[in-house]
C-alpha cells in the first residue's frame, strides 16, 4: 500500500500520468499543436451533415422499394459517419496506445498532457467502418440486381475486415501479431473485391446498370485501396506518417468514398426509378442461386 502510493508519488515527481483521459485527448485537440488533427475530424461531421441534409431531400419521392432501400442504406452512411467523427472529435474513441518492441514508434512519446508514452490510435474508425461499409456493399449490391447469397458473402467478409482491422490496431502484446491481424483483415477484403470486380460487374450487365455500377465499382476499389496502405504507412504501421496526416488522409479517402460515392449513387438511382422498379422482385433476379427464381 505504501509502496503503490510512493511509486505513484515517484511517477507524478516526474510528470508522467499514469492514463490518458478523455478531457486530455479534448484539450490536445483543443491545442495549437492538435489543430490539424482536430480539423480532419470537424471538416467531416460538416460534410456529413450536409449530405445527410441533401440526400433526405433528393429522396423525398421515390417510390419504387428497391430504390427506397438504396437510399436508406446509403443513407447510413453520413449518419454512422457524424456519429464517429463525433466520438473522435471528443476524444472517447482514440487512446493513446504503447507499441510493442519492434514497432517502429515503440517507446515514443505523444504531446498530450504534457508528454505521455505511447501513439494516439483513432480506433473509432475501424469500429465504426464495421457499420458504414455494410452499407455501401449493401447499396452496390442492390444496384447490381445481385442475389441474398453474394450480398451476405460481401457484407460479411467487410465486417471480417473491418473487426480484424481493428484488432491489428489494437494489439500491444506482439508486434508480429499486429501484422498477423493486418493479413487476416486482407484475405477478407479479397472476398470484397472478388465481389464487387466479378460477381457483381456480371450481375450489373444482366440488370441492365452497368454503367453506373461500372463507375461506383472504380471509384470503391480505388478509394478503398488506400485505407490499407495509409494503414501500413501510418502511425499504426511503419509509421513514416504522423498521426494527423494519416487521420487527413482517411478523411479525405472518406469524403470521396462516403459522400461523393453516394451523391452520384442517389442522384442515378432518383433519375432511373424505373430501371430500378423493373428489376424482379427479392434479392436475385440478375444471377442464378439466388433468392428468388430467375425470370428468364
Ligand atoms: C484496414 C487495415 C487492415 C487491412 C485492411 C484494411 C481496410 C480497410 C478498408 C476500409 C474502408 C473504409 C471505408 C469507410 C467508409 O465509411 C482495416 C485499414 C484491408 C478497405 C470505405
Redesign the pocket.
Known amino acids: 500500500m505504501i509502496e503503490t502510493a510512493a511509486a505513484d508519488l515517484a511517477v507524478a515527481a516526474q510528470g508522467v500520468p499514469l492514463e490518458v483521459t478523455q478531457t486530455d485527448i479534448w484539450n490536445y485537440l483543443q491545442s495549437d499543436e492538435g489543430m490539424l488533427l482536430n480539423l480532419s475530424l470537424w471538416v467531416n461531421i460538416a460534410l456529413a451533415g450536409l449530405s445527410i441534409l441533401l440526400f433526405v431531400f433528393m429522396g423525398r419521392n421515390v417510390e419504387d422499394p428497391r430504390a427506397q432501400l438504396i437510399f436508406v442504406a446509403t443513407l447510413m452512411?453520413p449518419l454512422?459517419?457524424i456519429s464517429s467523427y463525433t466520438g473522435l472529435a471528443s476524444g472517447l474513441t482514440m487512446s493513446v496506445l504503447e507499441m510493442p518492441a519492434g514497432h517502429a514508434a515503440a517507446g515514443s512519446t505523444t504531446p498530450i498532457a504534457g508528454g505521455t508514452d505511447g501513439v494516439l490510435t483513432m480506433w473509432g474508425r475501424?469500429l465504426t467502418?464495421a457499420l458504414?461499409?455494410p452499407m455501401?456493399l449493401l447499396a452496390l449490391g442492390l444496384l447490381a440486381g445481385s442475389n441474398i447469397t453474394k450480398i451476405f458473402t460481401a457484407i460479411v467478409a467487410d465486417i471480417g475486415?473491418?473487426v480484424?482491422?481493428l484488432a491489428?490496431a489494437l494489439t500491444t502484446s506482439s508486434h508480429a501479431l499486429r501484422w498477423f491481424w493486418?493479413f487476416i483483415?486482407?484475405a477478407f477484403?479479397l472476398v470484397v473485391l472478388y465481389v464487387l470486380l466479378v460477381e457483381w460487374a456480371a450481375d450489373a450487365e444482366v440488370a441492365g446498370t452497368a454503367e453506373i455500377f461500372n463507375t461506383l465499382k472504380i471509384l470503391t476499389v480505388v478509394?478503398?485501396l488506400g485505407?490499407?496502405i495509409f494503414?501500413a504507412l501510418g502511425a499504426e504501421g511503419i509509421a513514416v506518417l504522423d498521426v494527423a496526416i494519416t487521420s487527413w488522409a482517411y478523411s479525405g479517402?472518406?469524403i470521396v468514398?462516403?459522400y461523393i460515392f453516394a451523391f452520384l449513387l442517389l442522384r442515378w438511382v432518383v433519375d432511373n426509378e424505373s430501371t430500378i422498379a423493373g428489376m424482379a422482385s427479392g434479392l436475385g433476379s440478375a444471377s442464378g442461386g439466388g433468392a428468388a427464381p430467375a425470370d428468364d
Open positions: 452512411v454512422v459517419s475501424y467502418w458504414s461499409t455501401i475486415m473491418c480484424t482491422g491489428a493486418y483483415s486482407c477484403f478509394m478503398w485505407y490499407p494503414w479517402l472518406d468514398a462516403k
